[in-house]
């Protein structure tokens, strides 16, 4: 049987097959890149694992979000695996920045490459996870019917996965096509002829928008909030430099892992050299600053907002940095009122995260796209065929866009009914916000692990280095204690205080708490507002759970 077969085959047994009570080793909720790495080295411990996943495949947030334009914003030859020299070897990205079906391609090739597909169960959503104190296990449940018990489970629901669906009125009324950006239909959507709006300006839409914008009659991008976005300059990769980057494969991930920053590396070797970087602004003149950031505007990408290092930091920096980006929208976009409504001002730059587009801001030049500033003249309600807004102007669409992002870093872990021990339930412990030790457990939750975590650098970082990070730490975790003979363990209340003020104190020492963003849910209604990535950078995180590891797991607790 071909892979190809195989894999079809074991698509089809997940489809019609339920699991009635198996006992496994560790069951694993999601099977993007968390899930699927999880999986793989589980396996090579040898233990058993079943893997539950909503999707009908692997991937995650690229099986997911399909929207025209998707690609990653991050670099493609830093955003992949790095545990398989032989898959980092043969994998060819064609782009400097990977677009979704080839990301797709790339989580396919693995999948079938390490014979994942036989041990994940697709089309369920897990929707219980309950602990047995007496019992010492797991037990999960799905919409589907399937139930299972683990002594481990490990969430690896992803950080962005829960849709967030504004409440916009009638907005169920609509007739034409409605279409959520995360969660885009699987066949080929033509705008042709169409009159299209989109709602939401975050990198979703700016993603979306210039390849809307190309073939539709008429585009209109109804925007709340304008975000800061740097251009990608994407463009394919040349051979020459992947020959060159793969033959030091182990020391640019080397760098990727420790750095101070992103998790991208060194700015000054990753991957585009160039340099002074990392320094900040004192004793710069602004012209001085302003040549630097024009150098890095022009490499394009979000490294952009690692240029001066106190960019984050310092408020005067931060306003320079802000004024130079807006004063490349308003050199770009023609008309001086779009200009002005695209520019943003009501948070630092880099506070929310950065964007990176391909012509998003060319975009507005073109005679079939207008901008709809919602801050001067909201949505009153979706009619028919069209929005109505506040001062009475109707704009009529065939076609309706949502990119209004998502339930960030808590929302996929608090849909499911999870209890630890004695019952206790996650949403009731994370009332007032996530509370956890390091991002990778919970007081009162033995034996459950969530890869990248709130309270881990996760969405700050790049989320396959910290995947593989948080993976590798937590099967070593479970082999330990096998091989030490405990057979429970959890955060100690203590240290998980101290680390989620630790989290609290580091961001406190930036300027991100002004940013409105869905770091701190603010995009949600109603969700406590609490910082939730570490924001110290990877090295420095990945340094303090190494030595928690030295010190015999501190601030953990095990029982046998
Ligand atoms: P987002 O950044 O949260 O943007 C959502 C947008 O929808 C915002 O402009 C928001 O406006 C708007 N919105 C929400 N509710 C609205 C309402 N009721 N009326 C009008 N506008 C409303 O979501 P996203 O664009 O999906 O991006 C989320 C994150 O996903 C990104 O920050 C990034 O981390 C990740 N992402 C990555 C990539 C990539 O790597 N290629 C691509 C896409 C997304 P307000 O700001 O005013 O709330």
């Not at 089809?12 to 097959?17: E, G, K, L």
């Not at 995360?182 to 700016?206: D, N």
């Not at 991930?253 to 590396?265: I, S, T, V, Y």
């Not at 995260?353 to 073109?366: A, H, K, L, P, Q």
Request: hydrophobic letters at 40%; a neutral charge; proline letters at 5%.
């Amino acid at each position: 049987m071909s892979s190809s077969e195989r894999e079809s085959v074991a698509q089809r047994d997940s489809a019609v097959q339920r699991d009635t009570g198996q006992s496994f080793d560790v069951i694993v909720v999601g099977a993007g890149f968390a899930g699927m790495y999880l999986l793989h080295r589980l396996r090579g411990m040898g233990l058993r694992a079943r893997v539950y996943e909503a999707g009908n495949s692997v991937g995650g947030t690229w099986y997911w979000n399909r929207y025209p334009g998707a690609r990653c914003d991050a670099e493609s030859l830093a955003y992949s695996y790095s545990f398989s020299h032989e898959l980092e070897t043969e994998w060819n990205w064609s782009e400097r920045y990977a677009t979704q079906p080839e990301i797709l391609r790339y989580a396919e090739h693995v999948a079938a490459k390490f014979d994942l597909k036989r041990d994940i169960r697709f089309g369920r959503r897990v929707t219980r996870a309950s602990f047995d104190d007496r019992a010492g296990q797991w037990t999960i449940e799905t919409d589907r019917g399937d139930r299972a018990v683990a002594p481990f489970c490990v969430m690896a629901t992803g950080c962005l996965s829960v849709p967030q669906e504004p409440q916009i009125k009638d907005l169920d009324t609509f007739a034409g096509h409605l279409y959520w950006a995360s969660r885009w239909p699987h066949e080929p959507v033509s705008f042709e002829g169409q009159r299209v709006g989109v709602i939401g300006t975050g990198s979703s839409a700016i993603q979306a928008i210039p390849v809307i914008a190309q073939q539709a009659a008429h585009l209109t991008v109804f925007q709340r909030t304008p975000n800061f976005s740097v251009p990608a300059c994407n463009g394919p990769l040349d051979p020459k430099f992947v020959d060159a980057f793969k033959a030091n494969y182990p020391g640019h991930r080397k760098n990727h892992r420790l750095g101070m920053g992103a998790g991208f590396g060194d700015l000054q070797v990753e991957p585009h050299p160039g340099g002074p970087v990392l320094e900040t602004a004192a004793g710069k003149s602004e012209a001085d600053v302003r040549a630097l950031l024009d150098k890095y505007w022009r490499i394009g990408g979000a490294n952009f907002i690692g240029v001066i290092a106190d960019t984050i930091l310092n408020r005067e920096t931060n306003r320079v940095v802000a004024d130079f980006v807006r004063d490349k929208i308003r050199a770009i976009v023609k008309d001086a009122a779009t200009a002005d409504a695209l520019c943003p001002t009501s948070h630092p730059i880099g506070t929310k995260r950065i964007c990176v587009d391909s012509e998003y801001y060319e975009t507005y030049n073109r005679p079939n796209v207008k901008l709809v500033n919602l801050r001067d003249n909201p949505i009153e309600s979706v009619a028919a065929n069209g929005i109505r807004m506040h001062d009475g102007s109707f704009h009529g669409l065939d076609t309706l866009v949502m990119a209004t992002g998502f339930d960030a870093m808590t929302g996929a872990l608090l849909r499911i009914d999870v209890r630890g021990s004695a019952g206790k339930s996650l949403v009731d412990v994370w009332s007032a916000g996530p509370r956890s030790y390091l991002g990778l457990g919970v007081a009162g939750f033995p034996n459950l692990f969530t890869i990248t975590g709130p309270g881990s650098p996760s969405v700050l970082s790049n989320m396959l280095v910290s995947i593989e990070q948080h993976v590798d730490w937590t099967v070593d975790c479970i082999d330990y204690m096998r091989k030490h003979g405990h057979r429970r363990i959890e955060p100690v209340l203590a240290a998980q205080d101290e680390w989620v003020a630790h989290v609290n104190d580091v961001a406190n020492g930036t300027l991100m708490l002004e940013g409105g963003s869905w770091y701190l849910g603010a995009n949600i209604p109603g969700k406590p507002r609490v910082f939730m990535p570490y924001a110290a950078g990877v090295g420095t995180y990945r340094e303090i759970c190494d030595r928690v590891v030295a010190n015999g797991y501190q601030g953990f607790s095990f029982a046998s």
